[in-house]
């Protein structure tokens, strides 16, 4: 969703509030795609002051379901994503209109643009559908939190092979 910043942009110590929908179906970035299941409208305010500063402010909620690091089972995480940018209008910051131009086209600000970015700046570095998630099984795949495998659940270390076979040789006699 796009927003005509324009008019505000022109008027000096304007101050509008607008309600935006997110548009955005799917976060997809190179983790993968990951479906959005629930969001809320956005509110945003735009303050021109004395045509210096646009300053940008808002607040959303979105649920994403990322599949548990463990066990591959979708989890609900939530981001409450809070906005508070300040755009350069007189064109001096050199450095702050390298980060708006990922957001901002022309005088047009990319709502969906700006939620990715907030959503990829807080994305969590372990999801887990809890705690005490077991997993799944390496050999046959089955998820260990609904179900036990049949395989055999210890794995001898192969660098202690040569011992195994040292304990086997004793257990024949």
Do not use: H
Request: hydrophobic share 40%; glycine share 4%.
């Amino acid at each position: 969703m796009r927003v005509e910043l324009a008019d505000i942009i022109t008027s000096e110590n304007k101050e509008v509030s607008k309600r935006v929908e997110v548009e955005l179906m799917s976060f997809d970035s190179k983790l993968g795609r990951f479906p959005i299941v629930k969001k809320a409208p956005f509110e945003l305010k735009f303050v021109n002051e004395n045509n210096k500063r646009l300053l940008i402010q808002g607040k959303t909620k979105v649920t994403i379901a990322i599949p548990c690091d463990r066990c591959l089972e979708d989890v609900d995480s939530s981001f409450s994503i809070v906005i508070d940018k300040e755009i350069d209008l007189t064109g001096s910051d050199e450095e702050n209109s390298m980060e708006v131009f990922s957001y901002m086209i022309g005088t047009n600000l990319d709502v969906d643009q700006l939620i990715f970015g907030e959503i990829l700046v807080s994305w969590p570095m372990k999801v887990l559908c809890r705690e005490d998630c077991k997993g799944i099984c390496k050999r046959c795949g089955a998820n260990l939190n609904m179900t036990e495998c049949q395989c055999q659940n210890t794995e001898p270390d192969p660098r202690m092979a040569a011992i195994q076979d040292i304990f086997n040789k004793f257990k024949e006699v």
